[in-house]
């Protein structure tokens, strides 16, 4: 889950995926309606039910294949419950266990009896089209002395310039219009998130989110640093906050109306983190509050959703307890914590964004799923794109899924500018082995939520974990600018990197307006 926008500069997405290898720290769910025929299988529903429903979704067992629930899920869920688990299925649960032996093995038999030998693929509602639509692609120079391991890739639309970190060298480069790279700055980590603005003297400024380590790992070297951008060498620095637990993304905010801007963040973690409010005090330096110190937040949405004249937060969180989560402005300090949307923890959740798909009047929700570097290692079906109509009154409705393996970001624009919202996609956990097109989709709306998707052939120029949408070149349309994490986290056996592991980066320029 990394992604993370970037306009949160994918944000999150871009790192999401990588970040995120514990979503299943607990995984169960409810299981089928079948479950009660055999009383030790009903009652190791129950059991599940009682378990597992206390830190997040409950799981069916048919959401994964019989192996992988019984040598990897349900082995690393043991833990939590107090149970030792051994190598070749063996258990063992102490005085402290909070089943005994002989539940747990009811537990087990409710997974491996109910679930699947294997998962089927999900069946796409519309046939994909192989062509480049409306874009052309712009590629810089490969150097193939570098391996492409990058992490964040933003458009600067107030200097007009590409911004780029990288995992290995943990640098900061931009690009120019013909994507002639220049390097800016070291950094003390990798990238993950960019936003740009201007300061109170006009100048242009931008923080970087900085995750502080890649492990998944309880490690707090996350930091947000601020770059002064009109000096091209970029020495005007500072450090607005250090000691963050693996940063996504970092949305400014002044919360609390004080005329100074604060920073929302979200300190995915690991076991630990949380959404965090850095509060700028007059001596403008910063105070870290916690909004919802859980681990797993990846990107969040500023906005006054109620109309009350306040900021309000929408966080989407990616780590065992799966969900959109509104925050209200109490404007005392505080906020008023409200859930939208939940989803199971086998999901893997990415990536979010508010549009008017319908044009009602009201936000609907973008939504991405497609994590998979936990211990459920598996292409699986549910992976994919989906719609959520706003009903009113803070109630979505999915009107939308394209299944896509692995998928971790979506962005709406009207691309080919006729007046509807289309669609971008990646999938870091694409089926490379035999589906590599859907690495990077494009959907062009025809009518009314009806999408034509449009499989672009970039799969053999990078592994595409990042992504940004504006006008990069200022032509009045849309362009998408794709970062390549070319090695490591590659779950289909055997398989060998296929695509560019030395590009860091791809533009895919919008013809619309030429």
Not at 40 to 66: E, F, T
Not at 115 to 121: G, I, R, V
Not at 375 to 401: A, C, D, E, M, W
């Amino acid at each position: 889950m990394f992604s993370k926008q970037l306009p949160f500069s994918l944000y999150y997405v871009c790192f999401l995926i990588l970040v995120a290898t514990g979503l299943l720290v607990g995984s169960c769910q409810s299981g089928s309606s079948d479950a009660t025929a055999d009383p030790l299988i009903a009652a190791g529903q129950q059991l599940a039910k009682q378990h597992c429903s206390s830190c997040h979704s409950l799981v069916n067992p048919d959401a994964l294949d019989k192996e992988t629930w019984v040598k990897h899920v349900l082995p690393a869920m043991a833990p939590n419950l107090g149970i030792e688990a051994y190598p070749g299925g063996q258990y063992y649960a102490g005085r402290t266990a909070a089943v005994s032996f002989n539940d747990w093995q009811k537990i087990i038999a409710f997974y491996e009896t109910l679930a699947p030998a294997k998962l089927k693929p999900a069946t796409a509602p519309a046939p994909v089209v192989n062509d480049w639509a409306v874009f052309s692609l712009q590629m810089p120079q490969s150097d193939t002395a570098q391996t492409a391991i990058t992490t964040l890739v933003a458009m600067d639309t107030i200097g007009h310039r590409l911004y780029s970190s990288d995992a290995i060298r943990s640098d900061l480069r931009s690009w120019d219009q013909n994507l002639r790279p220049s390097f800016v700055r070291q950094l003390p980590s990798p990238a993950v998130n960019a936003t740009f603005f201007r300061d109170a003297k006009n100048r242009e400024q931008g923080l970087f989110t900085c995750l502080g380590t890649m492990r998944a790992a309880d490690i707090t070297q996350g930091e947000l640093i601020e770059i002064g951008l009109a000096d091209k060498s970029a020495k005007d620095s500072s450090v607005i906050y250090k000691d963050l637990p693996r940063p996504l993304q970092s949305v400014a905010a002044d919360l609390n109306k004080d005329g100074l801007m604060d920073w929302v963040v979200c300190g995915f973690g690991h076991l630990r983190g949380g959404l965090y409010w850095l509060k700028q005090t007059p001596g403008h330096t910063f105070v870290k509050r916690p909004i919802r110190e859980v681990a797993g937040p990846v990107q969040a949405t500023v906005q006054d959703f109620n109309a009350d004249g306040w900021p309000d937060l929408m966080v989407l969180f990616a780590h065992a307890d799966e969900g959109i989560w509104l925050f209200l402005n109490d404007k005392k300090g505080g906020f008023t914590e409200r859930n939208l949307l939940r989803f199971p923890p086998v999901y893997g959740s990415t990536s979010f964004q508010l549009v008017d798909f319908n044009k009602d009047g009201r936000l609907d929700i973008l939504y991405t799923c497609g994590d998979n570097s936990d211990f459920s290692k598996v292409l699986k079906p549910y992976h994919g794109v989906y719609i959520y109509l706003n009903q009113g009154n803070f109630r979505y409705k999915q009107t939308y899924f394209y299944p896509i393996n692995g998928c971790t970001k979506a962005v709406a624009a009207d691309f080919d500018l006729d007046g509807d919202l289309d669609m971008a996609t990646i999938a870091f956990f694409a089926d490379f082995e035999h589906n590599s097109a859907e690495g990077c989709l494009y959907f062009e709306q025809d009518k009314g939520l009806q999408f034509k998707p449009h499989a672009l052939p970039v799969s053999t120029y990078g592994r595409w974990i990042c992504m940004d949408v504006n006008d990069f070149d200022q032509d009045g349309d849309a362009d998408i600018v794709l970062g390549n994490f070319s090695k490591t986290f590659i779950i289909q056996e055997g398989l060998k990197p296929f695509w560019n592991t030395h590009l860091p980066l791809v533009l895919l320029k919008n013809k619309t307006r030429q």
